[in-house]
């Protein structure tokens, strides 16, 4: 059975932002076991790439505005013969929970930023070695500590991210179920169309094509130049059939 390959990429600003918390997050969530150095270590890196991303823009308004965007797309839904009603309006209700929640929450971050161990490491993270004992004794002591003590602490820093989490992981699950994936062909390693109001787009490759989509793009027309991942020896089929959702 073929391995599919799944690739997605932002076609503006706002998405492409979306997508590197959603990543970051879910890293997090990952590495929050912290019991060495190597684990701490992965943990408060992403900790620093996230806040730097929070700092990009107008990250709430943009959140808000599309959660009421999708609000109303349900209210339109509503209107629709044969709708599950039931389901569309438990949905319209999640929805304003989620900004009522976001709107509600403190600074994106702002618990992240005020810790002072996190703030002691990040601040060493640039620095090649920068976060061993002798350079930062807190971090040292904070790691023989009792393990469910570390826990709580971690779980109380994830918990603060809760709002954005929540509100954004409901809106890429909506936006990526908004495009449905139809069977395209790219000639010479070459595929071009039209992408008008669109955010996000969707590829699968099997993993047996040994290829990669290069995919230059904006809001209304979207270019995908497939290359090969060998890139000496590997070749790209006059014909490459593959999957794409606009979303």
């Known amino acids: ?56 823009g107008e990250l709430r308004t943009e959140i808000l505005k599309e959660l009421e965007r999708q609000q109303q797309k349900m209210r339109a839904w509503l209107e629709v013969p044969g709708v599950d009603q039931e389901r569309v309006t438990a949905l319209r209700e999640t929805l304003k929970t989620r900004a009522t929640e976001l709107m509600a929450a403190p600074r994106i971050g702002q ?4 810790d002072r161990l996190i703030g002691l490491v ?3 993270l640039s620095i090649p070695g920068g976060c061993c004992s002798f350079d930062l004794p807190t971090l040292h002591i904070w790691l023989h500590i009792a393990q469910e003590q570390r826990d709580r602490q971690v779980a109380r820093w994830l918990a603060s991210l809760d709002p954005i989490r929540d ?81």
């Open 1 to 56: 059975m073929a391995t599919i390959v799944l690739f997605e990429h932002p076609l503006n600003e706002k998405m492409r932002t979306w997508l590197r918390i959603e990543f970051l997050i879910n890293q997090l969530q990952e590495s929050s076991n912290i019991s060495d150095h190597r684990s701490a270590l992965t943990f408060f890196r992403n900790v620093g790439e996230l806040l730097d991303v929070f700092e990009r």
């Open 111 to 114: 618990t992240l930023r005020e």
């Open 122 to 124: 990040r601040q060493r």
């Open 167 to 247: 509100a954004l992981t409901l809106l890429l699950d909506l936006i990526r179920q908004s495009g449905v994936f139809r069977h395209q062909t790219s000639l010479n390693g070459f595929f071009q169309d039209n992408a008008e109001g669109a955010d996000l787009l969707r590829l699968q490759l099997t993993l047996e094509d040994s290829l990669y989509p290069q995919v230059s793009g904006h809001k209304s027309r979207y270019a995908i130049r497939f290359l090969p991942l060998d890139s000496e020896r590997g070749e790209v089929p006059g014909r490459l059939d593959f999957e794409l959702a606009c979303c």
